[in-house]
Structures are given as structure tokens and as C-alpha cells.
């Protein structure tokens, strides 16, 4: 089973520059970049970035630890 694709359009006002998405699935790193947010690739697995990657994601990271690290710069 799939998950959703996140429904952010319609929502845009509570965004801001303060938001980042952090997902693992191209489709919602799209969907991050089209809403105008900021997005970061999870790959917690081997081969796990190539698709995220491609769809844009600014960053990918491979742990939680990264996560921080990748919010710092």
C-alpha cells in the first residue's frame, strides 16, 4: 500500500520560510517543491536516494542525525 499524497495546496498561509519537508518518496518531494517548500531526502537505506534526488530534493540525508545537520546549513 502506498501512502497519500500529502494535500498541502490550499494550505499554502501556514507556510513560510521556516517550514522544510522531510520525506523519502519523490512524489512528495514534489509536492513539497510545488507548494514552494523546502524539502529533504530521507534514504535510510542503500539505493534509497536516487528517486528523491531527482525529484528535487535539496538534500539527502541518511540518518535523524543528518536531519540536523542538514537544518544547520
Known amino acids: 500500500m502506498q501512502a ?4 498541502i495546496h490550499g494550505h499554502e498561509q501556514f507556510l513560510s520560510e521556516h517550514c522544510v519537508l522531510i520525506c523519502g518518496a519523490a512524489r512528495d518531494v514534489k ?3 510545488a507548494a514552494g517548500v ?3 531526502g530521507y534514504a535510510n537505506k542503500p539505493g534509497k536516494d536516487a528517486k528523491p534526488s531527482a525529484a528535487g530534493a535539496m538534500v539527502i ?9 542538514a537544518l544547520t546549513q
Not at 4 to 7: L, Q, R
Not at 61 to 69: H, L
Open 4 to 7: 497519500p499524497i500529502p494535500d
Open 31 to 33: 509536492a513539497g517543491n
Open 38 to 40: 523546502p524539502t529533504i
Open 61 to 69: 540525508v541518511d540518518s535523524t542525525q543528518s536531519i540536523g545537520e
